[in-house]
């Protein structure tokens, strides 16, 4: 059956969010995943409804992640990165570090901003995020390197200095993959940021993302507990 676009995001982000939480639950029960890429793949599979032997169990799931993934889009919060109860002094190294490496960051997204724009405007014409992956994969091995040739010839062109020009270019993928970590890991930072702030000043729409949280990992593990 095709689902439309708010399902597969759904599923997406709930594979997403509970694989690391699924494997360590699981772990103590003796059937975890080997990986965080197969808990993935296993809790997509759940919720598509395929090839599960406790399938039964999946309508309430997906009515529990629907609930949590409603409460994650009313806070603005996009991952768990330190869990769904994120401790201070966590969050303060994470801003430090983020801090002394902004610099990187910077020279990282300057040059990588005319790319990065268009591949934006080109992944919106495709709502269905399950092509998303195979578009950048393309894009970053056909357009990219075509990009950092491009902005090699104009340093050499603007400075006259060839050496310069060829420490440039040697410098672009190291630095475009270091901001696209940086950018992550600053997502992340905010996320847990607002969970903070939701659990210093907003104590009551924290429970129920706490218990929301909390159904849904829990009819994961009933749902992958073996017979």
Do not use: C
């Not at 992340?188 to 729409?205: E, G, N, P, V, Y």
Request: proline share 5%; hydrophobic share 50%; no cysteine.
């Amino acid at each position: 059956n095709i689902r439309d676009a708010i399902q597969y995001e759904t599923i997406y982000r709930i594979s997403e969010l509970f694989a690391k939480p699924l494997k360590n639950a699981l772990r103590q029960k003796g059937s975890s995943p080997k990986s965080k890429f197969e808990s993935q793949l296993a809790i997509s599979r759940l919720m598509q409804n395929e090839d599960h032997p406790q399938i039964e169990s999946k309508k309430p799931i997906l009515e529990q992640a629907d609930a949590f993934i409603n409460i994650l889009n009313e806070t603005k919060i996009h991952s768990l990165p330190f869990g769904i109860k994120p401790r201070f002094l966590t969050i303060l190294y994470q801003k430090i570090v983020l801090i002394l490496l902004s610099p990187l960051y910077l020279f990282g997204f300057i040059n990588n901003l005319p790319n990065n724009l268009l591949l934006q405007r080109l992944l919106k014409k495709f709502d269905d995020r399950q092509f998303h992956s195979s578009i950048k994969f393309v894009w970053g091995l056909a357009v990219v390197p075509l990009f950092f040739v491009l902005q090699g010839v104009l340093v050499v062109v603007f400075t006259g200095n060839i050496v310069v020009g060829l420490a440039y270019l040697a410098s672009l993928p190291a630095m475009v993959l270091f901001s696209k970590m940086f950018a992550y890991r600053f997502s992340l930072f905010l996320s847990a940021l607002r969970l903070m702030h939701l659990k210093w000043l907003r104590a009551d729409i924290h429970k129920r993302l706490v218990a929301a949280f909390n159904a849904v990992l829990d009819g994961l593990i009933l749902s992958f507990r073996k017979p």
